[in-house]
Nanobody
């Protein structure tokens, strides 16, 4: 059973930074894709950033230039560095890992951007 555990969420002022981390129970290179989604009440989950097994990275237009995804194979982690945070970044952030047609999810971590 794959386990993904997120950490690093919290409350931050607009313009501030947070770093989310997702620790996998499995070798992260086992997955075709890993990354982050976010969700606000009443809305569908939105893809934020993804990295594939070859290291190709994609960001949503809303976070391009502000967020950065990285990975550490030895630690089995995928991190999301979030800079210049805005109120509209407030959401529950979920780590995901996909292999073939199977997607695994973390439990989510709340990020709140507010003054």
């Amino acid at each position: 059973q794959v386990q993904l555990v997120e950490s690093g969420g919290g409350l931050v002022q607009p313009g501030g930074s947070l770093r989310l981390s997702c620790r996998s129970s499995e070798n992260i290179f086992f997955f075709n894709y890993m990354g982050w989604y976010r969700q606000t009440p009443g809305k569908e989950r939105e893809l934020v950033a993804t990295i594939n097994v070859g290291g190709v990275i994609n960001y949503s237009d809303s976070v391009q230039g502000r967020f950065s995804i990285s990975r550490d194979g030895a630690k089995k982690t995928v991190d999301l560095q979030m800079n210049n945070l805005k109120a509209e970044d407030t959401a529950v952030y979920y780590c995901y890992a996909r292999v073939a047609s199977r997607t695994h999810w973390g439990q989510g971590t709340q990020v709140t951007v507010s003054s």
